[in-house]
């Protein structure tokens, strides 16, 4: 395909998408808020929520500026802005996601209480939540448009000048060899400075948002469940308003910029590697070098627009089913048929034009030689390796859904050890995370391994950007949840009729589900996107063979030998990590909890009727403390992961960071799976035995106290811990592959010749 | 050194160390045991340690048989020989040790009861101890001693016919060194079936073991503590005895066959390495390889002599200091101390005919090329690798003294966090074991990286070896901690005198402390023998270099390169192992200790008189149902953990396994580490409001309720899943390295041409 063309379809594609979500926005808008209380609810969350994000941004504005400063000097001012441009889309799309859910949440419960119709009320829900996902993706690929117009050119017209001097002297050839060289290494790490900066966006939304909202819910849960028998979202609880801009600050916002990273991550992986491969590596080869720069960027094009027919899908259907669930996995699978479909069209008028096994470049060399990229069923294999992706990503979703929702044994079994105490409650909770492990990691395998078999290296990173590809619906899906949750509390606080909260409740416990399918999915993608990179970063610090070589075994020094001392003490240095992280997240929380707690029993202690239900409590208060400790808990975590790899990568070296990066990666990737799943069953838990699951069992009997505990315990794992992991391993093998050729000469253990 | 003085010092090293072992065993028996009812709880504590461990040698009985016949058939008859006698050697000490414990608990409350002095009843409850420690190296260094003399008289011959020829024919070199070559591959593999004995034995001991002590504590816990509220060894509980009895099979029998694992793991590691390294790798080079082969050895029988004289110095004098932590301290240093002079005799002997840089094979060739084995400083390099192991090992420990000890900072606080219940004692007590998994790592880190820049990978593995060299000594002050306990339990059952109770709570609380930091000692030890022998692992299936090229670059192949897609995958997968088997292990627990809560609760219910002392529950039934729960439940996890890398090597080859191996093995120590330090910290954190250390709260109060449920949750994380982990990675690295000639080229997707 031709450059202009793929460019072509990915601004088509980009402002396609965008346009829609403005229009959702609008159209959400302006519907009516109902009544003034419920105006006056949705007010104060929405002033919370805009607070913390103007907040936040300042912090991460010092930061990006302070790392831009740094870029420029050591890198390229051309990684720098690419670095600007990523942060500002990725903090755009999540500004825009979080505005729209905040006002959303109040016209969902307004549209529960006036048409009394689930039908038209998911509807809302999910045109809030498609905001959220259609921005992720269109604002990704605008930012990766932008950058390649700026930057990019010199692809085009090395490939041009490369043609045509084919055929003259091999001098020249050279020459042109070093000038792709050189090229390829300055574009690679504008490439990832872009990548970059949605890094820094996603950690400190992720990290701030997941304190937030944690420090808020377990405060409101430890006085107001446990101690205060009152029921959640109660009016009475001062921390019920601050829990609900937690959801918009973290589930909407945080989610948002950490699949963004994701999806930039993925993409950028696969052209990286290409160019890192070709440019660098194989030398030459530009024809097929273009098509596989290019096709990760169309394939996402081609997925958003199958996102956009599979959000509008359901809209434009009068009368929905009964059944959200079923309506939220149409919208999604249709998205992921259409991606495949139209991939299908991508890849063929892509690679097609290459045969089958016996690729040339073009210098006459034969490319099969070159084991890391082999199509070998032609171009059906890399659009096979991406299908297998997008298969890979649903799977690990519904196994997700396997351990968490308690329409499955394992969660039952965990509802009904609660009756034996909290401390069962928690061990089997352990252990059900523990074993949860597993079968996400063997479909992650079997993709990683079926699309190495199909296209070598470049078909891993086709398998990520495959499952990243509809990401626009998986977000939209996912962004519905804490819509309608805030809804729920909406009406619960707004003292609606029982019916308008039982639309509500249907709605969020559809979320519910949906968020931990999201959850099992972002871990997920964010791996395969890592694993990506990762090898990226690996050819990216791996010299340049000899010339005289480069036709046989110019690959076989790329590697990272487990067994070569400063690989192995890095992996364990670097498996350590994930564990030290999340300590620190769980203390932050618990910090942040502890105050809220504070204020909360204050509040029942000095306010007079509180508990009563005569006077109304001091949201404000609660916010605040939610809104400071979330910034303050959040700069340590934050900064530790963007410093660390560049530090160790100064003392220690390249392969050093190699090894941390798989050793932190790999743990990380297991943490994230145990808390994300040990979390969702602790909540669901609880919640089968408030809808009589356990029999003999009840809400506030001894098996529920117990399962409270559970939940408790479980909150800050799922919501701020698992979802921070996927971000650190991605910031930091970003940050790596950035730096990487700042410190891959220059540090202090070459310096001592060590 | 002569190969006969070497063997000659083991045996003499060995049954020194036995004999000294007997003496204490003997000396403790002939002791009184005091009143009637202290004979009968003894003996009642007696029978069900022997009846269990009658029970479980018998099912690892079958297994072996069953493992010894496959290895006979696919490996080699002299494999399955060494197998046999390694499973012999660790049964023995695990049966001798457990034995002495049973008579020396009794005998220690008797000498408390009679002498009513510390100094007294430590050397008794010390002396109990010992006899399993002296066993551990003994055993093992009898067992080495055995094997070396049937099957490794070869070693000698081809060196001896090898210097003969060397002036002769080039042909008749090639001739020696392909004899040289098989059999070093043969050697390799007896070893490495004589550590796969010890393994076997170790699996079910300490998984077995293991479930039946938690199961017995969590029920005699959930039931008494937190129902009935009746003190822990309380007479009316009847899990008590049942809690005793798992003292002696789990922390004393599993403890020794754990850490003789780690120290045959560690010494043939070091020789493995060595022979595949030359023999097959580098070929020639004989002096130095039996140096290299030798030199574990030796330091090991220094070791133990070491061992003996540190023991010792506690015997010899009158009276000791009223600190027991500082009496067994000295005695760890001793031998610390000396097996580093012993040791640097040992290397001196051994190495400094090779002098420095400049070591050269019997081929003429300067040995220094060979980057993986370089002896910087001379002979003085593996010495002070193996010193840095050492050194290692005790700094670990102390980290996990500092996580878990409530006189440090983390314990406290931990201890402040129950006054806010236990949502918050959970939550803490996870942080807490989150981030105490990276200082241990770091030093890990050190000590790899500083050893292997002193003699390349052969330091790792002496490093390992320096580690578990005064194993002897760190296992006699771990196997008097649940001695001590034993006896404290059994003076409160036998209603003594408060002051009897003092003395023996006292060194309880010490045997508090030496068991976190053992816990620490023993992940440590693992990693490094693991570590060693995954070196040994990659070394034995990588092809042996062509002959043309073995000067240079002839261990430029010996690589685990992680992105490989093989070893990717096999690592991911590899890392979710542990989690899963730390999942099945606290479920099995779980499901014997409910079995045990019932019968508690039962006997409460049924028992007239009871709970008012007026009669005794019935002890025996407790005992069959944690002794039945953990014959049942260690079944699966055990042969799981013994059958996944077969079963993998089999299906997806030997790289896949590799990477199996580092995933799970960077992974179990993460999980290890956090088990171990957490289940320590909340157990600690328990006793510190015991002690009143926290303000206002006493035993008994809300804190306290909360401290028991975060103690409940630790129980089976730091006494069944942490030091099963240990295992799981020794046992899995030592059985691809016994099965890898067979599955390296004959495996499934060799066979599919994948």
């Known amino acids: 395909m031709d450059i202009t063309l793929v ?40 002033v919370g929520a805009n607070a913390f994000i103007t907040y936040e941004y300042k912090i991460v504005a010092i930061v990006a500026v302070v790392v831009a400063i740094l870029l420029a000097l ?4 051309s990684a720098a802005v690419a670095f600007v441009i990523g942060a500002v889309m990725s ?24 048409s009394k119709s689930l039908s038209d009320t998911l509807k809302v829900a999910f045109k809030g939540g498609s905001v959220m996902g259609l921005c992720v993706s269109g ?13 990019g050119r010199g692809l085009g017209q090395i490939e041009a000048e490369f043609i045509h001097e084919q055929a003259s002297s091999c001098k020249s050839i050279l020459g042109m060899i070093n000038e792709n060289l050189n090229f390829g290494a300055g574009f690679t790490m504008t490439l990832s400075g872009y990548a970059l900066g949605c890094s820094v966006i996603a950690i400190f939304a992720r990290i701030g948002g997941g304190i937030y909202t944690k420090a808020a819910d377990m405060g409101a849960d430890l006085v107001g469940k446990t101690e205060a028998h009152i029921p959640e979202d109660d009016p009475r609880n001062p921390a019920t308003i601050a829990d609900n801009v937690g959801d918009n600050v973290g589930d909407v916002a945080g989610l948002g910029s950490d699949l963004l990273e994701s999806y930039v991550g993925a993409l950028l992986s696969g052209t990286i590697l290409a160019i890192e491969l070709f440019a660098k590596h194989v030398f030459g080869g530009t024809d097929l070098l273009e098509a596989m720069i290019y096709f990760p960027l169309a394939f996402a094009a081609a997925g958003l627009i199958s996102c956009v027919i599979g959000i509008a899908s359901l809209f434009v259907r009068k009368k929905l089913s009964d059944n959200p669930h079923k309506e939220l996995n149409g919208a999604t699978y249709i998205s992921a048929i259409l991606t495949m479909l139209f991939g299908a069209v991508i890849a063929y008028f892509s690679f097609s034009q290459f045969g089958g096994k016996n690729v040339t470049d073009d210098l006459g060399n034969t490319l099969s030689i070159f084991e890391s990229v082999e199509f070998h069923i032609g171009w059906i294999s890399p659009w096979v390796a991406a299908a297998i992706g997008i298969i890979a990503g649903i799977v690990i979703g519904k196994i997700a859904e396997y351990y968490t929702s308690y329409d499955y044994k394992p969660t039952k079994d965990l509802a009904s050890a609660s009756v034996e105490g909290s401390a069962l409650t928690i061990t089997q909770g352990l252990s059900l995370g523990m074993i949860s492990c597993m079968l996400p990691c063997v479909v992650l395998g079997v993709a990683i391994y079926g699309s190495y078999l199909l296209s070598g290296m470049y078909g891993v990173a086709a398998a990520a950007i495959g499952m990243l590809s509809f990401v626009a619906t998986t977000v939209s899906v996912d ?43 972002a871990i997920g993608s964010a791996a395969l996107a890592t694993l990506s990179m990762m090898t990226s970063y690996i050819f990216a610090y791996t010299p340049a063979p000899e010339l005289a070589n480069y036709t046989e075994g110019a690959l076989d020094k790329i590697a990272l030998n487990v067994i070569e001392p400063a690989v192995l003490v890095g992996a364990i240095v670097g498996a350590a990590l994930p564990f ?43 916010i605040e403390i939610s809104s400071q400790g979330a910034l303050k808990e959040m700069r340590v975590p934050a900064i530790f992961c963007i410093a660390f790899p560049v530090v160790c990568g100064f003392i220690f070296g390249a392969e050093f960071v190699g090894g941390v990066l798989v050793g932190a990666t790999i743990s990380a990737i297991m943490l994230a799976l145990f808390c994300g799943n040990a979390g969702g069953a602790w909540d669901n838990g609880k919640k089968y035995i408030e809808v009589g699951g356990v029999k003999g069992e009840a809400k506030g009997g001894d098996a529920h106290d117990a399962a409270v505990v559970g939940d408790t315990v479980g909150d800050p794992l799922k919501d701020t811990v698992g979802p921070s992991l996927d971000i650190l391993i991605k910031i930091m093998s970003t940050i790596s592959l950035v730096t990487v050729a700042a410190f891959a000469e220059n540090n202090l253990l070459n310096l001592l010749g060590l």
Chains 1, 2 share one sequence.
């Open 7 to 46: 460019l072509g379809l990915v601004i088509v594609a980009a402002l396609g998408g965008l346009a829609y979500a403005a229009f959702n926005y609008f159209s959400v808008k302006k519907l009516e808020e109902g009544t003034e209380r419920m105006q006056e609810i949705a007010s104060a969350i929405r």
């Open 74 to 77: 050591v890198i390229s001012w």
């Open 91 to 114: 903090g755009s799309a999540g500004w825009v996601g979080m505005k729209i859910a905040t006002f959303a949440n109040v016209r969902v419960t307004n549209t529960a209480r006036t």
């Open 139 to 151: 604002c990704a690929l605008l930012g990766i448009f932008i950058v390649f117009l700026v930057f």
């Open 479 to 521: 962004a519905y949840g804490p819509i309608s949750d805030n809804a729920g509390g909406i009406a619960e606080m707004s003292y609606l009729e029982p019916e308008v909260r039982e639309i509500t409740d249907e709605l969020d416990a559809v979320g519910n589900t949906t968020a931990a399918i999201g959850k099992g999915f």
């Open 580 to 622: 030290m992280f999340s300590g620190m997240l769980i203390n932050a929380v618990a910090k942040a909890a502890r105050k809220m707690v504070e204020e909360v029993r204050r509040q029942f202690k000095e306010i007079k009727g509180l508990l009563e239900g005569e006077v109304l409590p001091d949201y404000k208060t609660c």
